[in-house]
């Protein structure tokens, strides 16, 4: 291997590392909350890991790492994101979110995010609501 590595400069990359520069310009034009920066950056530096892990050789594919909760099944960590967006949730909004998803699956992983006491719940039957657990 080659250090520095040789790399040829070509279209396709210039296109790349302007639209890149673009981005980030959108970026920082928009005017977005402390926690969903930090978010992003988080995400960023993970992502700029693995594809340098992935560049040395490393065949690194998983993507849990990538994920803000890797211990929870990705439908259940969909939900969590969800309830989190919109901080009060019915059965029947996520309901719309999954429409190929049984009913009597959704309430099971909305009952196994209570039993991890991740969300909390409120009201009766038709009037319940789902909301992040503080």
């Given amino acids: ?15 790349l590392v302007k639209r890149i520069e673009s981005l980030r310009r959108y970026l920082r034009s928009l005017h977005l909350s402390p ?6 950056k988080r995400s960023n530096i993970l992502k700029s890991a693995i594809f340098s892990a992935r ?24 939900i969590l994101n969800i309830i989190k967006d919109h901080m009060v949730v019915s059965f029947d909004m996520i309901r719309r979110r999954f429409t190929k998803v049984p009913k009597r699956t959704l ?20 009037g319940r609501y789902y909301r992040v657990r503080k």
């Fill in 1 to 15: 291997m080659k250090i520095p590595p040789n790399h040829e400069l070509n279209y396709e990359l210039v296109g």
């Fill in 35 to 40: 926690e969903v920066k930090e978010k992003i």
């Fill in 55 to 78: 560049l040395s050789g490393n065949s690194l594919k998983n993507y849990d790492f990538l994920r803000e909760n890797p211990f929870l099944p990705p439908r259940q960590e969909e």
């Fill in 107 to 126: 309430r099971w992983d909305l009952k196994k995010l209570l039993d991890r006491k991740l969300i909390e719940k409120s009201g009766e039957t038709r």
